[in-house]
């Protein structure tokens, strides 16, 4: 039976009413975990990074909780989310409950939206307490209605009263955002990339005018191109010229070149076939390659044209059997190993994980120490928080094959990680004991399927 359009709107307004109660009962859920995982340990939270036991870290604004830093990791897996993307969504939260709580009451109690709020929270966040309150005092009331032009007015109020400092290290943080990105990760197959900058005034006229310059040479030696693409081959030729220089370090003083860097050509480091490269037109698989640079495909077409522009190394490499085993007696793991182990897991292999397994350590899932192998076939690659929580055994994992993870957290929630993603099983197992064997091994925990 077909539905009216007014049947199909009723069904839309309910589904938004329940969608937001669960996104509230999320949000409520958050600052009780926040709460059941405080670390009260402000001196450890200085070691983030090099510390090796749970300290306690900083996700929200001052006097917010230090929370628990592997408990932070179940979670993100929990909520599906990476480990960056769930500390800001999780930092966010935790600052409106604690810091900001008339807008957690008004989330709470339904007037404004969990997401609206989690922006406050964002701009809030770097800022001291008075001046926290200061927005949440203003807004608590209002914020349902309020732009977002009138938000920025009010944080920035705020840092002008209670932060007169930070009034002239804004000027310098707008600074500090210039950025010039080229988005690797976003390659095609057809050897393009997006390109994105943010630039001093000064440094950008100067690039406009080389890049016009150059675009504008190229159309007088022939180049029939159009002006878009004249800018962006200017733009590459302008960098591989600069890459073949010679790098001088002078002394400002004496004007004594100190030290001298080589130049050096660009290297592109392709994954192909013999087959590949002998193919001409559409020859199916035999027609792509993999660019090492980026760990994307890319056409064969494509390689061959890189390879008549001066400026450009063209390495080839070989195809690599992701399932090889070649082993090795030492601890320290050989390059031609890790590129192994590289092109087999791309990514870190805990559960929703995105650290690039360039990254990441290698770990021996069975102990080296333990008659372990230095071997692919025992090597994953682990960014460095999740092997720090793996080596202290906040997790533990297995592999059941060649690049195929079921993992295990302390409190017994279980993932499989692999090349189509992370997926979580249910039902969980019961919380572990904290030793060397695998949560499956003790009585009465089920073996894996």
């Not at 839309?12 to 670390?39: M, P, Q, Y």
């Not at 009260?40 to 996700?59: K, L, V």
């Not at 609206?116 to 203003?138: G, I, M, N, Q, W």
């Not at 030696?221 to 002078?250: F, H, N, P, T």
């Amino acid at each position: 039976m077909n539905r009216t359009t007014t049947q199909l709107l009723d069904d839309l307004a309910t589904g938004v009413g329940l969608r937001r109660r669960v996104e509230v009962e999320e949000f409520s859920n958050l600052i009780a975990w926040a709460d059941a995982n405080v670390v009260d340990d402000p001196e450890g939270a200085a070691t983030i990074r090099d510390s090796y036991i749970d300290t306690g870290i900083p996700i929200a604004g001052p006097g917010a909780p230090l929370v628990s830093e592997f408990a932070l990791q179940e979670l993100c897996a929990t909520l599906e989310r990476s480990l960056d993307s769930g500390r800001i969504y999780v930092g966010n939260v935790i600052e409106t409950g604690w810091r900001l709580p008339t807008i957690t009451q008004a989330v709470l109690a339904g007037k404004v939206p969990v997401w609206k709020a989690l922006k406050v929270a964002e701009r809030t966040r770097s800022l001291s307490p008075e001046a926290a309150a200061f927005v949440d005092r203003h807004l608590g009331f209002a914020l349902a209605g309020c732009t977002w032009a009138q938000v920025d007015r009010v944080v920035s109020e705020a840092i002008d009263r209670y932060d007169p400092d930070a009034a002239e290290e804004r000027r310098q943080d707008a600074a500090d955002r210039r950025h010039c990105t080229v988005d690797l990760d976003d390659a095609t197959t057809d050897g393009v990339v997006g390109q994105s900058s943010v630039l001093d005034l000064a440094d950008a006229l100067a690039l406009e005018e080389a890049v016009a310059r150059r675009a504008e040479e190229l159309r007088l030696s022939g180049c029939e191109e159009s002006l878009d693409v004249r800018r962006s081959m200017a733009l590459g030729e302008i960098a591989r010229g600069d890459l073949s220089l010679d790098l001088q370090i002078v002394d400002p003083d004496t004007g004594e070149i100190t030290k001298t860097i080589p130049g050096k050509k660009l290297e592109l480091f392709v994954h192909i076939t013999a087959a590949a490269l002998a193919a001409v037109g559409n020859t199916g698989d035999r027609n792509v390659g993999r660019l090492g640079n980026t760990q994307k495909p890319v056409l064969v077409d494509q390689i061959r044209q890189w390879a008549a522009v001066g400026g450009a190394q063209i390495v080839v490499r070989p195809v690599i059997d992701p399932n090889g085993h070649a082993p090795v007696d030492s601890y320290e793991i050989p390059d031609r190993l890790r590129r192994v182990v590289e092109q087999r897991d791309h990514h870190c292999r805990a559960p929703h994980c995105t650290r690039r397994a360039e990254r990441c350590d290698l770990d021996h899932a069975h102990p080296h120490g333990k008659g372990g192998p230095t071997c692919p076939c025992n090597l994953v690659p682990l960014c460095r928080r999740h092997h720090r929580a793996k080596t202290f055994e906040f997790w533990v994992y297995e592999i059941l094959e060649p690049g195929l993870y079921l993992w295990t957290s302390r409190n017994g929630r279980r993932f499989i990680v692999g090349p189509q993603g992370t997926h979580a099983l249910d039902p969980t197992v019961p919380r572990y004991p904290a030793d060397d064997e695998p949560p499956w091994a003790h009585p009465g925990l089920p073996e894996p399927d």
